[in-house]
């Protein structure tokens, strides 16, 4: 029988709900956010976009399966917390290295478990996105609620050198076609399988690798990656993401990359309500008139209003809210999606993403 403590999460706004402790034994803070994935678990707690957040699973069982090495998506959990509503210790999955709670002990990450997780779920959509703590062993609540309100808020905050490698890394691919630069501003493991498999050697960089080290390797095309954070400070990027587009090689850019290349051509990025994250997000490519099933991760979206025609053409939209999902540039040679063509998890309805990189990446070399 597993021994159950005591644990508490407290928001900034001084909502507090009592559970029982999971993983790690301690306190942890940070934004407070939520994922309507069933599946992936590990996945998403490996995502380096969520660095520095709380991460909430609405799908109530979680640690059925679980963990196994080969479904991170970086070398390290990146969230700083855990919130479930039905914690499972044992596991059923002949191919997982360990338990989830064996996994979270091990990264050194706290959780709590036994939390209505609809209840809060509705109180963020309603409220906005705050910052929580979660501790299972101080159950103070007024301490617990202050230092939510002390807490770094996410608006304004650059993330991305916090997870980007410390060299660069070459990924070579037997009888490659392609030499892609990509910046690792939070990569994900799946991106990187992606590329490779369509006949890519990559060059990952460090998020503030200097432009001239990666001319060096001669690239025939640029892509920037995913990652945590608020944009807006990262000059260094997009100062790269303008050195780049002077090439004339084609460019693509998920999630955080897709708003550096957005700011770079003078498009509004801003903080949303709540944010969108889960592996169910409904896009509309507004080329084929076709909806995708997407996975999305992000806190921050491009200011539709902020586009202009002659700048860059609105390629996606979000069908539950009308945001931006994807950007066409007139200036340059480039395209940006603000969801995860990569999934993992999630449905591979927009791999041909990928695809068209490849082709702009193919009639390029051959001009």
């Not at 929580?132 to 159950?139: D, G, H, P, T």
């Not at 660069?168 to 009888?175: D, K, L, M, V």
């Not at 920037?224 to 004339?248: C, H, L």
Request: net charge negative; with cysteine; proline share 4%.
């Amino acid at each position: 029988m597993q021994e159950r403590s005591r644990a508490i999460i407290a928001l900034s706004d001084g909502t507090v709900e009592y559970g029982y402790a999971v993983g790690h034994y301690g306190t942890t803070g940070g934004e407070l956010c939520f994922n309507t994935s069933m599946y992936g678990y590990q996945e998403i707690f490996t995502d380096p976009s969520y660095y520095g957040q709380l991460m909430m699973m609405t799908y109530p069982h979680i640690g059925n399966y679980g963990a196994s090495s080969r479904d991170d998506e970086a070398p390290k959990v990146m969230v700083s917390g855990i919130v479930v509503r039905a914690f499972s210790y044992d596991y059923s999955n002949p191919m997982a290295d360990e338990s989830l709670n064996a996994y979270l002990k091990r990264h050194k990450i706290v959780g709590i478990t036994g939390i209505d997780t609809r209840k809060l779920v509705r109180h963020i959509r309603e409220k906005g996105v705050m910052n929580a703590v979660i501790s299972s062993e101080n159950l103070d609540a007024d301490q617990l609620v202050q230092m939510a309100k002390d807490w770094v808020d996410m608006n304004g905050l650059e993330l991305a050198s916090k997870v980007t490698r410390n060299e660069a890394q070459t990924i070579s691919h037997e009888g490659h076609q392609y030499k892609v630069a990509a910046f690792d501003f939070g990569i994900k493991q799946n991106i990187i399988n992606s590329l490779a498999d369509r006949g890519c050697s990559l060059r990952v960089f460090p998020a503030k690798a200097s432009f001239e080290e990666v001319m060096e390797w001669n690239p025939d095309g640029f892509f920037f990656s995913n990652g945590p954070g608020d944009p807006n400070p990262m000059d260094y990027a997009i100062e790269t993401v303008n050195k780049a587009k002077k090439t004339g090689k084609p460019l693509f850019g998920i999630c955080l990359g897709h708003q550096l290349m957005a700011l770079s051509e003078g498009i509004h990025v801003s903080k949303m309500f709540v944010g969108h994250r889960g592996a169910n997000h409904p896009v509309k490519n507004m080329k084929t008139g076709l909806v995708e099933i997407t996975t999305q991760n992000h806190g921050f979206s491009v200011d539709p209003d902020s586009v202009d025609a002659a700048v860059a053409e609105v390629s996606h939209m979000n069908l539950n809210d009308g945001t931006v999902e994807g950007l066409e540039f007139k200036n340059f040679n480039g395209f940006s999606v603000q969801y995860h063509p990569e999934a993992s998890p999630g449905p591979q309805d927009s791999r041909y993403l990928f695809d068209e990189f490849i082709e702009r990446l193919k009639q390029s070399k051959s001009n």
